[in-house]
């Protein structure tokens, strides 16, 4: 991960934003921007700095290199104050992400119906949508009754996979039931978090299929 801030102070935000959507415009396909993210300073009136991320250096650099990136940014200088500054930043830890605390606790539910502390909020809402039927269940109990009535024994995790949101992540899980006739799920959750906790987790499900179900799917689509 490589990120470059541009701090620069204007009066003239719509006209900035146009020079900006322009330059998206003629760079698509070409830019190697990941993602921008635009942040307005609290203690300076009219002051913002750009955030934007790209998967390495020589990404930034070949972003850097085209021709309409420096046509933009000699036009966005006429809109500007002042001087604009830039910060090139290049990830070397990540020593802490809540995210990644809440996956891990996310997927044990998952597995053993247990509701951690602080997983979910008291009113949190599951929109859980399975083939040809979709329900709403309230609360954290509501989901753990569920999934023990589906199986009292228990899930293994096969896979997993995590993508952090803007406003929370989403997790990718596929399993296999703990009891005398094991099956099989696949599970996309996309969750959002408020205050630390799951607020409303929204989960597509392919339903539970048995052993010759998941036999076929591997024989058709020769997964491992």
Not at 93 to 107: C, H, K, L, Q, Y
Not at 112 to 132: I, R
Request: glycine share 6%; with cysteine; charged share 25%.
């Amino acid at each position: 991960m490589f990120i470059q801030l541009v701090t620069l102070t204007t009066t003239k935000l719509d006209e900035l934003n146009k020079i900006d959507e322009g330059w998206r415009q003629a760079t698509a396909g070409r830019s190697t921007l990941l993602r921008e993210r635009v942040f307005a300073d609290r203690d300076r009136p009219n002051t913002y700095t750009s955030v934007c991320e790209f998967a390495s250096y020589d990404e930034a650099m070949a972003n850097s290199a085209l021709p309409e990136t420096a046509e933009a940014a000699a036009a966005i200088a006429t809109v500007c104050d002042g001087p604009i500054t830039f910060a090139n930043l290049e990830l070397v830890a990540e020593p802490s992400d809540r995210r990644a605390e809440i996956a891990e606790r996310f997927v044990s539910f998952l597995e053993t119906a247990e509701v951690a502390d602080g997983l979910f909020t008291d009113d949190v809402v599951v929109d859980l949508n399975v083939p040809h039927w979709q329900l709403q269940l309230v609360g954290p109990e509501a989901s753990a009754a569920m999934l023990r009535e589906d199986s009292p024994e228990g899930w293994r995790t096969e896979s997993r996979s995590v993508v952090p949101t803007a406003a929370g992540l989403i997790v990718e899980w596929s399993g296999h039931s703990l009891g005398a006739e094991p099956r099989y799920c696949r599970q996309l959750a996309t969750l959002e978090i408020v205050g630390g906790r799951v607020a409303r987790a929204t989960v597509y499900c392919t339903g539970n299929w048995d052993a010759a179900t998941f036999a076929q799917w591997q024989a058709e689509t020769r997964q491992p």
